[in-house]
């Protein structure tokens, strides 16, 4: 039988593609470049009219040599593996318990991710509001349990928790949706072979549903990971930074840098770094979830 070939489809496919192909790398790499290339200037917002000043690695060693650096990449790994980690598993949890489908739930599903559509100021806003010592909801219900005020954003050590709660109610949400969505995708005939075989649920979960949905998981994990390391407006109108530096992440480090002290080139060494980590944790990620799908 004679194979038909339709002369130069397959490169036009290419051609096709090649304007969006050039455009993202456009818009990732060039911004990219100059931001690496600024890292190695001294350029001040307020002397932009003057050329910036070659100064070589000084930026990365003033960096690392900073205690405000060091600490806000201590504080971005423990904000981003702490709600990372509590989303998956509430996500997950939920998911399973509301895979199945019963009246209201479509209405339930479109109510439960309208956090995911609020503003990450509106986000900010609203909890720190919700944290205020003194009129703020959640002392107000702690006072009827007979429990005292909690200085949720002003105690260092409730700061950095109470920024991680706000996040995990905003995106929880969404790491339900996906992993809803791979549970609806485990074949019906599966399970049912393994009732048949006499599998109870914690069998069925952990040896058919868990494994089917590894890879949702991780690439759901890698996501967020990416997302959280890049979290900046809701801690700012949260907390800015505070009380000190307990919950200054990298975002908001790079922030105060470029528009504080007005040291762009040193702002852009700090950018640097922080694609790096991400970059780092985000092959971490991957090389775990390619190894999953292979055992």
Known sequence: MRKSVIPGRKHSAYLFLAPATIILLTVLLVPIFNSLRLSFFEWSLRGMSKPATFIGLRNYKELFVSENFLSSVKVTITFSLSVVSIELLLGTIFALLLEGDFKGMRIFRTLYVLPIMVAPVVVGIMWRFMYHPTYGKINFFLSKLGIDPVGWLSNPDMALISVIIADVWQWFPFVFLLVLAGLQGVPKDIMEASKVDGANYSQSLRHIK???????????????????????VVIYNMTGGGPGVRTEVLSLHMYKTAFTSQRLGLASAVSVLLLLIIVLFAIVLIVNSLKKEVK
């Open 210 to 232: 868990l494994p089917y949905i590894a890879s949702v998981l991780g690439l759901t994990a890698i996501l967020r990971m990416i997302d959280s390391f890049r979290s900046l």
